[in-house]
């Protein structure tokens, strides 16, 4: 046996090359391709999770989009009041008109801007001037969806009401449902959708619509994870951050 071959079979080593030192591994280790190959598994997985959250995102997107309603339709049933969202003067004149009608004995208008009088409201709607001075009712604290919520609790508490028509836009109805079932879950809602602005099926060939949509879903998925972890809307930190303090009382 040589000096070689002695020196080899005292330390134990092989053709290929082990480990030296702590820490530190020779090129033919094995330990270097398994680190990549981790390496490589992890970005596969992190790209495929991606990637099936983009698909289940954009489907859920499409189950957002066409379960809007495209054409208003009046409600089946009476209520006691109706609220409005400020957001478009459809919103305040369809409203109107269900009150006139005698879908309900009274209206309040929530999140009206506090440079706008009642006159400036009633003068938009010069048929229906005697229903403001008996059955509407203007919110001007309310400055978000929380907000809405919130008032038309307090309204609708303080009327000792038990149903409510609810009118906003057709894109804006499933965010203010949750906001208002989060705030009123024991009151019976029917939802009013304004769908004179927004088509939605016409998403796909309209970057415009296809912006507000897409911006309602995510504003939509927001609101419906927040109200999972929330107790009640005044005690909600976003309401405080998104809009001022909210008051006590709604402007009569």
């Not at 999770?49 to 698909?55: K, R, Y």
């Not at 209520?79 to 004149?93: E, H, K, L, P």
């Amino acid at each position: 046996m040589t000096s070689q071959t002695q020196n080899l079979a005292i330390f134990g080593a092989t053709d290929s090359r082990e480990a030296v030192g702590w820490g530190w591994t020779m090129p033919g280790s094995p330990v270097l391709p398994m680190r990549r190959s981790m390496i490589r598994h992890m970005l596969v997985c992190g790209f495929y999770g991606f990637l099936t959250s983009l698909v289940i995102g954009f489907l859920g997107f499409l189950v957002f989009v066409y379960s809007l309603d495209r054409f208003e339709q009046k409600p089946e049933t009476r209520a006691d009041g109706i609220v409005a969202m400020t957001g478009g003067a459809q919103r305040i004149g369809d409203a109107i008109d269900l009150l006139a009608q005698g879908y309900a004995k009274r209206l309040l208008i929530s999140g009206v801007n506090e440079k706008t009088s009642r006159d400036e409201i009633s003068r938009l709607n010069p048929g229906q001037r005697r229903l403001f001075e008996c059955c509407v009712d203007l919110d001007y604290r309310a400055r978000n969806t929380i907000g809405n919520a919130i008032e038309t609790r307090r309204w609708a508490e303080r009327n000792h009401f038990s149903a409510l028509i609810v009118v906003t836009s057709n894109y804006h109805m499933p965010r203010t449902l949750v906001e208002l079932n989060h705030a009123l879950p024991n009151m019976q809602k029917i939802p009013y959708p304004v769908a004179a602005t927004i088509d939605p099926h016409e998403w796909w060939h309209n970057p415009a619509t296809a912006r507000v949509l897409f911006s309602e879903y995510l504003k939509f998925l927001a609101v419906w994870l927040r109200t999972q972890f929330e107790e009640d809307p005044e005690d909600s930190p976003v309401a405080q951050i998104m809009g001022s303090p909210i008051q006590h009382a709604v402007a009569e």
